[in-house]
């Protein structure tokens, strides 16, 4: 969209996104009592909460966070659940243990843990990735199964676009791929071009929010930093909810 036009969430409604929140439980019901608050004061009759991905991983609670979100959202508020990659690592491990080397590198051990799953011997063998997968497939709750199943990859807001990684420079919003809406860094981090619309997204983590001319970022590393993101829109305005600042 140009520069020169001020980007909107449809009239009657408020928009609020949060960021990655990486097994952060606390953080994630002091976010919803900031959410709840503001809310309250808001003109629009229409609530919505947009959760970016990344749920699980590095964390102390992965299980308490994905507890949370699988039940019946906030009152008076809509919610849409993005899949983020580490959702993904976790859906992939549970189907095969090949995924387990790179899923606890990238901080799955903090979900397993979570979820009181522990290895009876040292990791490197495929039996040893594969025991921790038995045991979390034994022990994971039928609601959390099913909550990681209907994640879905991007939702759209006026003239917002909300993703966990980003989009594809170049390729129509139909187009792109599962793979970039949950990965992609570089290629659109870097892009300064017109993108369609402005696209919120989480995913690569930064010491503050990043509000680029097409893209905004909200992951402020909530699990190492205690400062967990929401963007507000309401109308053609903005605003941030963050826990830790006061």
Same mark, same amino acid.
């Given at each position: !969209? @140009?520069?020169?036009?001020?980007?909107?969430?449809?009239?009657?409604?408020?928009?609020?996104?949060?960021?990655?929140?990486?097994?952060? $439980? *606390? %953080?994630?019901?002091?976010?919803?009592? =900031?959410?709840?608050?503001?809310?309250?004061?808001?003109?629009?009759?229409?609530?919505?909460?947009?959760? %970016?991905?990344? #749920?699980? *991983?590095?964390?102390? *609670?992965?299980?308490?966070?994905?507890?949370?979100?699988?039940?019946?959202?906030?009152?008076?508020?809509?919610?849409?659940?993005?899949?983020?990659?580490?959702?993904?690592?976790? %859906? /992939?491990? $549970?189907? &095969?243990?090949?995924?387990?080397?790179?899923?606890?590198?990238?901080?799955?051990?903090?979900?397993?843990?979570? #979820?009181?799953?522990?290895?009876?011997? +040292?990791?490197? @063998?495929?039996? &040893?990735? *594969?025991?921790?997968?038995? /045991? =979390?497939?034994?022990? =994971? +709750?039928?609601?959390?199964?099913?909550?990681?199943?209907?994640?879905? $990859?991007?939702?759209?807001?006026?003239? #917002?676009?909300?993703?966990?990684?980003?989009?594809?420079?170049?390729?129509?919003?139909?187009?792109?791929?599962? #793979?970039? !809406?949950?990965?992609?860094?570089?290629?659109?981090?870097?892009?300064?071009?017109? =993108?369609?619309?402005?696209?919120?997204?989480?995913?690569? +983590? &930064?010491?503050?929010?990043?509000?680029?001319?097409?893209?905004?970022?909200?992951?402020?590393?909530?699990?190492?930093?205690?400062?967990?993101?929401?963007?507000?829109?309401?109308?053609?305005?903005?605003?941030?909810?963050?826990?830790?600042?006061?």
């Amino acid at each position: !969209m @140009s520069e020169d036009t001020v980007a909107r969430v449809p009239q009657g409604r408020c928009v609020y996104a949060i960021g990655d929140i990486h097994g952060r $439980l *606390d %953080l994630l019901e002091e976010l919803h009592g =900031l959410i709840q608050e503001d809310a309250a004061e808001a003109k629009a009759p229409e609530r919505v909460l947009v959760y %970016l991905g990344d #749920y699980v *991983d590095r964390g102390p *609670d992965s299980a308490g966070v994905i507890e949370q979100l699988a039940r019946e959202p906030l009152p008076g508020f809509e919610r849409v659940c993005l899949k983020g990659n580490h959702e993904d690592f976790m %859906l /992939q491990f $549970l189907e &095969a243990a090949e995924v387990g080397p790179h899923w606890l590198y990238n901080g799955g051990d903090a979900t397993l843990a979570s #979820y009181g799953v522990v290895s009876a011997g +040292p990791y490197g @063998s495929l039996d &040893a990735y *594969d025991e921790l997968r038995q /045991q =979390l497939v034994a022990v =994971l +709750p039928e609601t959390h199964r099913r909550f990681l199943a209907a994640l879905t $990859l991007s939702h759209q807001e006026g003239d #917002y676009l909300f993703v966990h990684a980003g989009i594809r420079p170049g390729v129509p919003l139909q187009r792109q791929s599962s #793979y970039d !809406m949950m990965w992609i860094r570089e290629e659109f981090l870097e892009f300064d071009g017109d =993108l369609g619309p402005i696209v919120v997204h989480g995913h690569t +983590p &930064a010491r503050a929010v990043e509000e680029r001319r097409h893209r905004i970022g909200i992951d402020t590393a909530a699990f190492a930093t205690g400062c967990l993101t929401c963007l507000v829109l309401e109308g053609g305005e903005r605003g941030l909810l963050q826990t830790g600042t006061a």
